[in-house]
């Protein structure tokens, strides 16, 4: 049950009440109601969490919404990667990553914590307080037109040194510095006349409505002139995932890599779906890295909301080596489309490439009907539970492939490794890519001699 209320400071207070589970060695297993009190402040959020029926404590913990404390399970089998602090003897606060939101204003799903205690090597204090149901929207409202959508203002005064960084059907993307912050960000510059108005008005709507750790920041949006679209958003220095697998031949991900990286991209899907919405383009693309090793889901120019109206669709969309059989047949589809998408992705990771990318999209598509994914190349180099994880999410059959919350309780995740060991790789393969430019550019020298 969540209940709302402002403080005497005029700060949001969200009041959650959960169960709270105590297990030890004999396997029995107590349940007593615990109340978990969340104060929302600008970027910080300050936890206070009691109970008196089994112990007597009290925890405070200041989190930044910036830095995220991670933590996938804390268990014998799990990892932990976070920020471990002591309350008292015996205890110790691990935050997940993957349950753990904070939210600069109050809508969507209210925070989703899960937090566990370790008393001693054989007892374990659970705490679980799970998200409120968010109801299915009776219908869709989206602004009239763009300008109901973006901000006033000229940003070519408002953003300083742009650089390309990257180009698409779309139009180019830039790196800029904001004047006021001096924060780095990036600007997708778009030309209206070549992209359909609603599909922009579209896309600019759901972004202002994600905040997410794991999902790209909005920052603004700016009308140019009366043909141009400059959409703000936060900058990821570390590239692309693609940047990644394109250098495959030297640069490989482990499986512990991989884990990491499906994990923070599945937050943000269960995130999305939470809010009874779906991506529609998942792919290495998408998924957007700094140099910390911060994994982000972006581009949301297919993503649509599902509403008692229209619970499913049934638009091909998307882009073909990705795309679920439902959505390649026209049948109607929900979420578990999305599913599908970070199963490929998965094996774009292990191969360097999805499969079938070698043909042309159209052959794609019908083998993808006909035949489904293909089994791994090189199967004995990869483990059970990272096998079993592309079944659950490739399945032809939708009852049996995975939801985002089943998905996110695979065992799989729990081989994660720590973000700190993607920076090397993100650095090895963008010093590969600098040295076969270089390489490039030197021959095209010689040739033109």
Same mark, same amino acid.
């Given at each position: 049950?969540?209940?709302?209320?402002?403080?005497?400071?005029?700060?949001?207070?969200?009041?959650?009440?959960?169960?709270?589970?105590?297990?030890?060695? *004999?396997?029995?297993?107590?349940?007593?109601?615990?109340?978990?009190?969340?104060?929302?402040?600008?970027?910080?959020?300050?936890?206070?969490?009691?109970? *008196?029926?089994?112990?007597?404590?009290?925890?405070?913990?200041?989190?930044?919404?910036?830095?995220?404390i991670g933590v996938a399970r804390s268990d014998a089998v799990g990892h932990v990667n976070s920020q471990m602090q002591k309350f008292g003897p015996g205890f110790c606060l691990a935050l997940a990553s993957t349950k753990f939101l904070v939210q600069e204003e109050i809508s969507g799903p209210p925070l989703n914590l899960e937090v566990i205690f370790t008393t001693s090597p054989n007892t374990e204090l659970?705490?679980?307080?799970?998200?409120?149901?968010?109801?299915?929207?009776?219908?869709?409202?989206?602004?009239q037109s763009l300008a109901d959508l973006t901000d006033d203002g000229d940003p070519t005064q408002l953003y300083i040194n742009l650089t390309p960084i990257g180009e698409g059907s779309f139009g180019s993307v830039y790196a800029a510095v904001d004047m006021n912050t001096l924060d780095q960000v990036a600007i997708k510059q778009m030309n209206l006349e070549e992209n359909y108005e609603e599909d922009l008005i579209g896309?600019?709507?759901?972004?202002?409505?994600?905040?997410?750790?794991?999902?790209?920041?909005?920052?603004?949006?700016?009308?140019?002139?009366?043909?141009?679209?400059?959409?703000?958003?936060?900058?990821?220095?570390?590239? *692309?995932?693609?940047?990644?697998?394109?250098?495959?031949?030297?640069v490989q991900l482990t499986e512990p890599q991989c884990a990491y990286i499906l994990r923070e991209a599945m937050t943000a899907v269960d995130y999305i779906h939470s809010l009874h919405r779906l991506h529609r383009d998942i792919k290495s693309d998408n998924i957007l890295l700094d140099m910390e090793g911060n994994v982000k889901l972006a581009d949301f120019g297919y993503t649509v909301q599902l509403t008692q109206e229209r619970d499913m669709r049934d638009t091909t969309i998307g882009t073909p080596y990705w795309e679920a059989p439902e959505v390649i047949t026209g049948d109607k589809y929900g979420p578990k489309v999305d599913i599908w998408s970070i199963g490929v992705m998965a094996l774009?990771?292990?191969?360097?490439?999805?499969?079938?990318?070698?043909?042309?999209?159209?052959?794609?598509?019908?083998?993808?009907?006909?035949?489904?994914?293909?089994?791994?190349?090189?199967?004995?180099?990869?483990?059970?539970?990272?096998?079993?994880?592309?079944? *659950?999410?490739?399945?032809?059959?939708?009852?049996?492939?995975f939801s985002s919350r089943e998905l996110m309780m695979h065992p799989f995740h729990d081989r994660a490794c720590d973000k700190s060991e993607l920076k090397g790789v993100i650095v090895a393969a963008k010093q590969h890519k600098a040295a076969a430019k270089a390489l490039l550019e030197a021959q095209q020298a010689e040739h033109d001699m």
């Open positions: 049950m969540l209940q709302q209320e402002k403080g005497d400071c005029g700060v949001t207070i969200l009041q959650l009440r959960a169960q709270l589970v105590l297990t030890d060695t *004999s396997s029995t297993t107590r349940t007593c109601d615990f109340e978990a009190v969340v104060a929302v402040k600008n970027a910080e959020t300050l936890l206070v969490a009691k109970d *008196s029926d089994v112990f007597d404590w009290e925890m405070i913990e200041i989190l930044d919404y910036q830095k995220k659970e705490i679980k307080v799970l998200r409120d149901t968010v109801p299915l929207p009776k219908k869709q409202t989206t602004p896309e600019i709507a759901m972004m202002k409505t994600l905040k997410h750790p794991n999902i790209v920041t909005y920052c603004a949006s700016y009308l140019v002139g009366e043909d141009q679209l400059w959409i703000v958003m936060e900058f990821m220095p570390g590239g *692309s995932l693609t940047e990644i697998l394109d250098q495959f031949k030297h774009e990771m292990a191969e360097g490439e999805p499969p079938y990318l070698d043909l042309p999209p159209l052959t794609a598509l019908r083998l993808i009907i006909v035949d489904g994914i293909p089994p791994l190349h090189e199967p004995d180099q990869w483990s059970a539970d990272f096998k079993d994880y592309l079944a *659950s999410c490739l399945a032809i059959a939708t009852e049996l492939r």
